[in-house]
Each structure stands twice: as C-alpha cells, then as structure tokens.
Nanobody
C-alpha cells in the first residue's frame, strides 16, 4: 500500500523552530519524483511553501526564504522541511506532496506558532 505520511508538527513559540518529515512508503521510484511542501491556513487556499527537484534543487516561497530549508533523502524515501524563526503567520496545516509518477498528498500536520 502506498502511503505518504507527514510528522513533526506541533505548537511552538514565535521565533522557534520545527522540523517536518514526510515519508513515502510502498514505492521504489521516490528518487524520480519532485517533492514539495504546501500549507493551508483556515479559510485560505493551499499555497506552495517549498519544492525540491529530483536533483535536490530547492525553490521557496518568498515568505519563507532564509527561514525554511527543504531537503530530501532518497535512500530513506524522506523529505524534510526545517523551519526556523517561525512567526504566527506560519500557522497552518502543512502538507507534503509527491509529484509524478507518485502523485500523492499526505494527510497534513498542524503547525501552530504562538505570539
């Protein structure tokens, strides 16, 4: 069974850090899929936070540049999002997405940043 599971969310104070992990299981083609993190706050659309290519080239939304870092470990079928200097506006449900050929979303993990 193919699964994509996020973990690492939680409650953190403003200025704090969290590391999110996304694990893909049941597939042997993780290395050829672009991976991404999105987030969605209540009442808002789901927005791209960061993307990492198959060659580990990252791209970031302007709002998180310099604060967030995306990385992948193809040997473990994992992608990470290291988040630093978190602000209340970063509060959202964070979703991991696997591009083609996996084409899968995770169930999301909640990140709450208190002021």
């Amino acid at each position: 069974q193919v699964q994509l599971v996020e973990s690492g969310g939680g409650l953190v104070q403003s200025g704090g850090s969290l590391k999110l992990t996304c694990t893909v299981s049941g597939r042997n083609d993780f290395s050829i899929a672009n991976m991404a993190w999105y987030r969605q706050a209540p009442g808002k659309q789901r927005d791209l936070v960061a993307r990492i290519s198959t060659g580990s080239i990252p791209n970031y939304a302007d709002s998180v540049k310099g604060r967030f870092t995306i990385a992948r470990d193809n040997a473990k079928n994992m992608v990470y999002l290291q988040m630093s200097s978190l602000q209340p506006e970063d509060t959202a449900t964070y979703y991991c997405n696997a591009g083609r050929p996996i084409n899968l979303w995770g169930q999301g993990t909640q990140v709450t940043v208190s002021s």
